[in-house]
């Protein structure tokens, strides 16, 4: 077979001096190679040298964890171009966006990009949580892997509710009241969080400068350490769940009474359990190339998509914020359109009780659910009563949000979307 | 290690209740205070807002029977004879601003209704629309105090 040219230079490079010092093993052939490459590189010793079969099947993970990761990475490659041009204050923000939309080159199409990846972020980091509950994937030993993916999911929320602000336009400032308005029905410290969140009474320039920083600093490095503690913590916990580990993962054995005749007991001095268990030689093969091209294939697969809605489809932007006139309705991101939905019966039942029931429920979740059966499957047949609940709350959660999108109209009353409210079609 | 040191091992010494209870105290404090400050530097102490106490016109401005709605301050001015109130068009559910409509007041956002008083009449608000203290200045303007809530009942006569 003939080599490919692109693999020639490749090949030619990788030998000079410059290509050695660069890359230790240059384009891996041998199965040494193949685990040299991913241990000797930084980008690339994140990862093992080998991953399980399983833990490559598209139909288990559906990729929806990278998914969000690469999300994040498009939302911070555009929000660090956006930042070159935004300035958080009331009086310019909203000009800068008219800027970005038609002065900017390819400002429309970054801001676009930004829009959809944040969106698509908070959808997919759910349909990700959605995946690992119905899979049984939080049990033990991933319990705390669950918190900081639950913590993860709110520090989403957090990011698109804090970005919502910035444009400085109607649905902007509106959103952002109601919001933080939800917020000060907190019992106790409510009023006094609000206060700090707006860094006074109204929203504000005070509020814009502390919604940018949130936004752009604060929210963003936790984030980014949640996400790296994230996977650390899925290697470190033996890699993805798969069926055959239920029942495999050996207790804790504290560190004196390590097995010393095996070598896995060691190499896992540290946590003095035994994730290896189970991983037979023939069940794993090697990251380079199965996994790594995988994962390049998604990335460019995740930007593709992207790219393209942002190219057909723009970003909203209503016109400069007016505390005086609410939009009619005024409604929140369509992520929160269920809690509001909720928050438009009782303020106190449906922004505090049960967005607060809700996250102690996931956070204790792996704690209430010790059962180690059905770990690995979808919709295991042994988790039948775990699935069901979950299921029940999903749709109520999916139904809700539908109706605050779609169902809801002016004074926040019933509409029917596929008639044209006469509210709407007036001006016409 | 000698004998007696093995046997003391688990004993508070005087000299490692001291070095205990200085280290921990100073640790949580530096910690504690420095938690504290951020916490306080956060809370602004100026706010670049408009001022809660304002003056409304003269009373002449207001005809008689009017509902007057002022944009920048949020506020309803009501009159009815010689008598004035001041009434917040701020929704109490959620902040958005109330519309003035045929008999009492309606919320755009989550649809609360409001009678003439204020007082809740549908939809999600928890409590009725705030009334405000009205005053005279010296020099006859009509002064509302966003500050100082009063009972709805409660209004300037002249």
Not at chain 1, 102 to 110: E, I, N, P, T
Not at chain 1, 196 to 206: F, K
Not at chain 2, 116 to 141: T, Y
């Amino acid at each position: 077979m003939k080599t490919p040219w692109l693999r020639q230079i490749w090949d030619r490079f990788a030998r000079t001096r410059v290509g050695r010092s660069i890359f230790r093993v240059g384009l891996p052939q041998s199965n040494l190679e193949k685990s040299q490459a991913m241990v000797s590189s930084f980008l690339l010793h994140v990862q093992p040298a080998k991953v399980h079969k399983h833990a490559l099947k598209a139909s288990y993970s559906l990729g929806l964890g990278l998914i969000s990761l690469y999300l994040f990475f498009i939302l911070i490659g555009t929000g660090v171009l956006l930042m070159f041009y935004y300035v958080p204050s009331t009086e310019k923000a909203y000009d800068i966006m008219k800027d970005l939309q038609f002065v900017v080159s390819a400002g429309l199409v970054v801001r676009n990009m930004h829009r959809w990846a944040a969106h698509l972020m908070v959808l997919f980091v759910f349909l990700h949580m959605c995946r690992v509950f119905y899979t049984g994937a939080y049990k033990r030993p991933r319990e705390f892997n669950w918190f900081i993916g639950v913590m993860l999911f709110l520090l989403t929320l957090g990011l698109s509710f804090t970005g919502y602000l910035l444009p400085w336009d109607q649905l902007a400032f509106w959103a952002i009241t109601v919001g933080t308005n939800i917020a000060g029905y907190a019992p106790v410290i409510g009023p006094k969080i609000k206060f700090l969140m707006l860094g006074g009474n109204i929203v504000g320039q005070e509020s814009l400068t502390r919604f940018y920083a949130l936004h752009v600093i604060v929210l963003p490095a936790m984030a980014l350490l949640g996400i790296s503690v994230h996977l650390f913590r899925v290697r470190k916990d033996g890699g993805l769940s798969r069926p055959d580990e239920s029942g495999d993962v050996v207790e804790q054995i504290p560190l004196g009474q390590l097995p010393t005749n095996k070598s896995y007991g060691l190499m896992e001095l540290a946590r003095g359990t035994t994730p290896q268990v189970g991983k037979n030689p023939e069940d794993e093969v090697f990251s380079w190339p199965h996994l790594v091209f995988r994962e390049i294939l998604l990335f460019l697969l995740v930007v593709a998509v992207v790219l393209f809605l942002a190219v057909f489809w723009n970003a909203p932007l209503e016109e400069f914020a007016n505390p005086i006139h609410p939009p009619n309705p005024a409604k929140a991101p369509w992520y929160f359109l269920g809690l509001q939905e909720l928050v438009s019966y009782s303020a106190f039942w449906g922004g505090v009780v049960v967005p607060g029931l809700i996250v102690t429920a996931l956070v204790a979740l792996p704690y209430i659910d010790r059962k180690r059966h059905g770990v690995g499957r979808w919709f295991a047949s042994e988790r039948v009563v775990a699935n069901t609940i979950f299921s029940v709350c999903l749709v109520v959660a999916v139904v809700l949000t539908i109706i605050g999108t779609s169902f809801r109209g002016p004074n926040w009353g019933w509409v029917v979307p596929w008639h044209q409210s006469p509210a709407i079609t007036e001006g016409h | 290690m000698n004998h007696s040191d093995s046997q003391n091992k688990n004993q508070v010494t005087r000299r490692s209740f001291v070095r205990l209870t200085l280290g921990w105290l100073s640790a949580t404090f530096a910690v504690g205070a420095s938690a504290a400050a951020a916490v306080r530097f956060l809370v602004p102490n100026v706010l670049f807002e408009p001022s809660q106490r304002f003056k409304a016109g003269k009373p002449e401005d207001f005809p008689d029977g009017s509902v007057t709605f002022m944009e920048d301050e949020r506020i309803f001015l009501v009159r009815k004879g010689n008598t004035f109130r001041c009434m917040s068009a701020i929704c109490t559910h959620l902040g958005c601003t109330v519309n003035r409509a045929n008999q009492g007041y309606h919320c755009p956002c989550h649809g609360s209704v409001f009678d003439e008083q204020g007082a809740v009449k549908g939809g999600p608000a928890p409590r009725g629309l705030e009334w405000f203290l009205v005053s005279m200045s010296k020099d006859n303007r009509l002064v509302v105090d966003k500050g100082q809530r009063v009972a709805a009942d409660k209004y300037l006569v002249l």
